[in-house]
């Protein structure tokens, strides 16, 4: 299912991340950029140790990725141009900042792709796994501030596609709902 914004396709798509075909995959991964499990543990599978070497470089020199933020990686093995590893809020009952955070992570992946010059980037469901947001409010949030970043950016910006790859069927029927409205 597709839409489009201001020249931008808005596409949501249910299954692996890894085995979507474009620029940039974004992961939703812990402050420590150690791999883990859900959608961290599938991209590291898959791409192989050169992905978790070069977090390891990452936290080397700028130590952890706060909650928000967002890191570039190759692609190791996988054949995407690189991986933008973002971390998303561990939900705490709403009261700590969590939809700032998880909007801030959409907004940090986009900018950092942008200047990539990336044209297509993927997203799965960040913070809806482990750490528990709720789904919903995730999507809402998730295509609010995809939508506002798009509008904020203008006809320069790079992106031609964005994609919500949901590895859940309830998640991908969210989102086929609020991109339809
Ligand atoms: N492709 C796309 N989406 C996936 C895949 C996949 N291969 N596998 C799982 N998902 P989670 P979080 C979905 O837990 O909540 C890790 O251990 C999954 O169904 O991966 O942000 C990290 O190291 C869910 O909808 O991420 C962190 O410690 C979504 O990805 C912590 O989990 C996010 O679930 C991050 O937790």
Known sequence: M??????????????????????????????????????????HRAGGRRIAEECAVIRQ????????DAALTTAGSLPFRGI????????????ANETAILAKCYSTSLTLACQQGARSIAFPNIGTGVYNFPKLAAAQTAVTSVIQFIRESGPAMPLKLIAFVCFEQDNAEIYRELLQR
């Open 61 to 68: 020199k700028q130590g952890h990725v706060l909650p928000g």
């Open 2 to 43: 597709q839409i489009n914004i201001e020249q931008v396709v808005l596409e949501v798509i249910e299954g692996d991340i890894t085995r979507w075909q474009g620029d940039y995959i974004v992961n939703a991964a812990n402050s420590g950029l150690y791999g883990g499990g859900g959608v961290d543990g599938a991209i």
């Open 84 to 95: 933008i590893h973002t971390v998303g809020p561990i939900w705490k009952g709403g009261s």
